[in-house]
């Protein structure tokens, strides 16, 4: 297995009865959202960060892997939260939130709430034309990281996109626009006003075709779309600490099973 980028490794946290499962988005890296795993962590939860398949390594690995295996993955952690802890939520940035809406939408009352930001639900329509055919013609192309307002801030991800790996999002796209409905948990979504990677209509498309009825929608002002490094980043945590807490009221705190600190796969 090819050597895990500095920083791109998984995290995971043992803490209260409550779970909440990360996933990040295309191209990127658990490092995208650790800092939002551990404000939750720090709240005492328990917390599960993966690394997908491809990612954190080379670009070149990415090229190998498809959708099914990005979303066996979380689904695989998923499983392992409920074995663990009684009540478990899903967030994600980006794609991330695109696999964490189709896990709340198989999965049903074992996703207790939804927290997404600026997820990603479509394909851009001129790439996604050329795609089919291109990605038998070119490897790769520019990579989408680092689209961050905040000055000093980078995005550990791949320069490059394999292009193989495009197409397979853009079929992923496909599914989880088909399962949006089936999505009836409580919902936060966070998007940015300025977003140079996904546009704001792909939050307008998932709010309307979602079936959830509790649901909140925060515009983040000053961030672009990895806001989990951004400006708005503690807007995100302490809304999404403020929705498990709504959400888990009157549950016992309790640990779980085999409580303790663990750190990286």
């Known amino acids: 297995m090819p050597p895990i980028l500095p920083g791109a490794e998984p995290y995971r946290r043992d803490g209260s009865a409550t779970g909440v499962l990360l996933c990040h988005g295309f191209t990127g890296s658990p490092q995208s959202l650790r800092p939002w795993a ?11 960060l993966p690394l997908l398949p491809g990612h954190g390594t080379r670009w070149e690995d990415m090229a190998m892997t498809g959708w099914e295996d990005w979303y066996a993955t979380v689904d695989r952690e998923l499983r392992l939260l409920r074995e663990r802890c009684e009540t478990v939520f899903v967030c994600g940035l980006s794609m991330g939130g695109a696999l964490a809406l189709r896990l709340a939408a198989l999965h049903g009352d074992a996703v207790r709430g939804v927290a997404v930001v600026n997820p990603s639900v479509t394909f851009p329509r001129l790439q996604g034309y050329a795609v089919p055919a291109g990605r038998f013609l070119v490897r790769s192309v520019r990579g989408i990281t680092d689209d961050i307002a905040k000055d000093g801030r980078h995005e550990l991800g791949y320069d490059r996109v394999p292009t193989r790996a495009a197409y397979a999002l853009r079929a992923y796209h496909r599914v989880v626009r088909r399962d949006l409905p089936g999505v009836t948990q409580p919902l936060l979504l966070l998007h940015s006003r300025t ?42 945590f302490a809304d999404t600490r403020g929705f498990i807490d709504r959400l888990t009221a009157g549950t016992p705190a309790t640990a779980t099973r085999g409580a303790g600190a663990r750190d990286g796969a």
């Open 38 to 48: 551990e404000d939750l962590a720090r709240h005492g939860l328990t917390v599960s």
């Open 195 to 236: 977003d140079h990677v996904v546009p704001p209509s792909d939050s307008a498309l998932v709010l309307g075709r979602v079936s959830s009825t509790d649901v909140t929608e925060t515009v983040l002002e000053h961030s672009f779309h990895v806001a989990t490094l951004d400006h708005d980043a503690t807007r995100i």
